[in-house]
C-alpha cells in the first residue's frame, strides 16, 4: 500500500467510518486516492468551517473519530475555529492537511497559501490539538500515524496530520495500533476506595454527568452505577442529551438559576457532587444560584480525578467507572425522583411565535413521530433545546461558536443514517446555512428550524442600546427551492404545527421551515440565564 492507503485504512481501524472535506491543490493527490479506493466515504461541503463542524459532530455522536481533510494554507487556517471548539469540548477530529512537497519547500520561493513561514501552520495547531505529525518519512509514518491516532482516542481531543503531497503516492507499511498503557491498578483501588467512601459517607450524593461519558460511550456503565449507588442523576449543559437512552434516575440538567429549581437545589445542597467527565466551565458552573464550593466535589475528568486538594493522575473515566462498579455488586433501593416533565400541548392559533412555542411544538411532534436526534446552534436555539424532550444533542454549549448547527446537523445524519432536527438562528445561518445546498448530493434531508428575529437577540440581552445587533431579513425560506430543499416561512403557532408536520412527512430533501420571532422575545431559559448573568456580574 501507499502512505495514503496506509492512512485512510488506520483511519477506518481505528473507528472513523466518513471523511468531510474540501478538496484544494495541496490536497488534490490524497483527495485522489480516497475517492478511488473507497476506504472510507468521502462527504464534501462548500466552505472549511463546516468541514470543521461536521466532522465533530459526527465524533461526538458517534463517540468515534471523526475526519477532517483539507488544503494547506488557506483550507486549514479556514478550520482553526471549529477545531479549538473542538478540543474545548473534547471532540475526537482528526485534521489532515495536504502540505507542499520537499522540493517547492526548499525552492527558496514563498509559496502561495504560505503565511509567515511554512511552518505556521503546524505551530498554530499545536495549540488546539493534542498531538501532532508531519509525515515525511515513510518509514516512520506507520509509527507516527499510530501515535497520533491513539492520542485522539485516548484523549478525545482533536490531532493534526500534515502529509505533504509528494508523499502520498510512496510506497508504506501498514500501521500497527499502539497499546493502552496500564493504569497503576493500587492507584485505581485506593482512587475508587476514597471516592466511594466519600459518596457513602454523604447524606445527599448526586451524580453529573458531562462530556466524556458520551466520548468514552460510558453512558450505559454510569446509568448502571448510579442504580447501584443510589444516587440521582444530572447532567450538565455540556451534556445534555446524555442518558436519554438508559434507564439511569436522570431528573434532568443542571442550569444553576436559568434551571428548574428542585435541580437546582438538588445540586447545590449535595455534599457529595461526584463529576463525571463534566468540564469546569462558566457555562456549566457559572450561573449558580449559590456558589458550588469545587474543593468538596469529586472530579473525574482528563484521565485524573481530584478529590479536595489532592489528585490521582493517570486514572481513565472508564476505569474509574468499573472499579466503582467491581465495588457495588447489588442494587441500592430505587432513588425516589421527578423525571423532568417537558411541556406539551402548542396552542395551534394565530399567535406569534416564541421560542417556547418551538419547544412544544417539537415535543409535540416527537410524541407522534418519534425521538429526532438534534443539531443546535448558540443562542436562544440552544436554550430552547433545554425544554425538549431528552434525546441525543450536539451544540457547542462551552466553546459557544455560532454556525455550527447546520453543517453538525449534517455530520449528524451522515454519522447516524437518521434524519436530524437542526435548530438554527438567522446570524448563525448567514454564516453556514449555505452549507444545506450540499444535501441533496449526499443524501441528506434534516429538517432545519429557523428562529428568525432580524437580530443577533442574545447579544442584544445583553447590549440593548447597540443597533448593531439588528440584522436585515434576508427572506430565507424563498432560497430552499434554489439549494434543493423546501422552504416556508411562517409567523403564527398554527403555521409552525403544520409546518413540521408537513416537513416529517416530506423525506428525500432537506425542509427549511423559517419561523418569524418578534424582537426581544426569548424563551424563559434564556431569560433566566441571562439575568443571572447580570446579576452575578454586578457582586
Known amino acids: 500500500m501507499n502512505l495514503s492507503q496506509v492512512l485512510l485504512t488506520a483511519l477506518r481501524d481505528h473507528g472513523a467510518r466518513e471523511i468531510f472535506g474540501i478538496p484544494g491543490d495541496f490536497a488534490l493527490p490524497f483527495f485522489k486516492v480516497i475517492e478511488e479506493s473507497a476506504i472510507l466515504p468521502l462527504h464534501t461541503l462548500s466552505h472549511e468551517p463546516a468541514v470543521g463542524f461536521a466532522a465533530d459532530a459526527a465524533a461526538r455522536f458517534r463517540s468515534a473519530l471523526g475526519v477532517a481533510v483539507v488544503t494547506y494554507g488557506a483550507g486549514a ?15 475526537p477530529v482528526v485534521v489532515i492537511s495536504g502540505a507542499p512537497g520537499a522540493g517547492e519547500s526548499r525552492s527558496g520561493l514563498l509559496l502561495h497559501h504560505q503565511a509567515k513561514t511554512l511552518d505556521s501552520q503546524f505551530a498554530i495547531y499545536r495549540e488546539i490539538t493534542c498531538d501532532q505529525a508531519r509525515l515525511t518519512d515513510a ?7 499510530a501515535r497520533v491516532l491513539a492520542s485522539c482516542l485516548r484523549e478525545s481531543r482533536p490531532v493534526y496530520i500534515e502529509l505533504p503531497r509528494d508523499m502520498v ?16 491498578h493500587e492507584a485505581l483501588e485506593a482512587c475508587a476506595d476514597e471516592v466511594l467512601a466519600r459518596i457513602r459517607g ?4 448526586v451524580l453529573m454527568v458531562g462530556v466524556e461519558v458520551r466520548r468514552f460511550g460510558l453512558e450505559a456503565r454510569i446509568a448502571e452505577l448510579a442504580k447501584r449507588l443510589g444516587t440521582p442523576v444530572v447532567t450538565s449543559l455540556l451534556g445534555r442529551g446524555l442518558m436519554s437512552g438508559t434507564d439511569a434516575p436522570l431528573v434532568g440538567t443542571y442550569l444553576g438559576v436559568a434551571g428548574r429549581p428542585e435541580v437546582t437545589d438538588l445540586v447545590e445542597r449535595s455534599d457529595a457532587l461526584l463529576l463525571l467527565g463534566v468540564i469546569i466551565s462558566d457555562t456549566n458552573f457559572g450561573v449558580s444560584s449559590q456558589q458550588i464550593d469545587l474543593r468538596k466535589t469529586i472530579q473525574a475528568l482528563d484521565q485524573r480525578v ?21 465495588r457495588l455488586h447489588d442494587t441500592a433501593p430505587a432513588v ?27 415535543n409535540d411532534l416527537m410524541d407522534t413521530h418519534g425521538r429526532m436526534p438534534i443539531a443546535a446552534d448558540m443562542g436562544d436555539c440552544l436554550f430552547t433545546a433545554m425544554d425538549i424532550e431528552q434525546t441525543e444533542l450536539v451544540a457547542p454549549g462551552y466553546y459557544a461558536t455560532m454556525g455550527f448547527g447546520v453543517p453538525a446537523g449534517l455530520g449528524l445524519q451522515a454519522a447516524s443514517g437518521r434524519r436530524p432536527l437542526i435548530l438554527v438562528g438567522d446570524g448563525a445561518f448567514q454564516m453556514t446555512g449555505w452549507e444545506l445546498g450540499n444535501c441533496r448530493r449526499n443524501g441528506w434531508d434534516p429538517i432545519v428550524i429557523l428562529f428568525n428575529n432580524a437580530s443577533w437577540e442574545m447579544l442584544r440581552t445583553f447590549q440593548p442600546e447597540s443597533a448593531f445587533n439588528n440584522l436585515d431579513d434576508w427572506g430565507f425560506a424563498t432560497m430552499a427551492q434554489g439549494m434543493g430543499g423546501e422552504g416556508v416561512r411562517v409567523r403564527t ?7 413540521l408536520e408537513t416537513a416529517v412527512a416530506t423525506r428525500g430533501h432537506f425542509q427549511l421551515i423559517e419561523a418569524m420571532i418578534p424582537r426581544g422575545v426569548l424563551s424563559d431559559t434564556l431569560s433566566r440565564f441571562v439575568a443571572g448573568v447580570k446579576r452575578l456580574s454586578q457582586k
Open 202 to 205: 454523604a447524606s445527599e450524593p
Open 336 to 362: 425516589q425522583f421527578e423525571r423532568p416533565h417537558y411541556a406539551r400541548g402548542l396552542q395551534a392559533d394565530e399567535q406569534p411565535i416564541t421560542p417556547n412555542d418551538i419547544a412544544l411544538a417539537i
Open 306 to 326: 481530584t478529590l479536595g486538594h489532592h489528585t490521582y493522575p493517570d486514572i481513565p473515566l472508564e476505569a474509574l467507572v468499573d472499579a466503582l462498579l467491581a
Open 139 to 145: 518509514r516512520s509514518a506507520p509509527a507516527e500515524i
Open 169 to 184: 503516492n510512496v510506497p508504506c507499511e501498514a500501521v500497527v495500533a499502539q497499546r493502552s498503557a496500564p493504569t497503576d
Open 493 to 499: 403557532r398554527a403555521e409552525l404545527k403544520n409546518a
Open 77 to 91: 487556517l479556514n478550520m482553526v475555529n471549529p477545531i479549538a471548539g473542538a478540543f474545548a469540548e473534547k471532540s
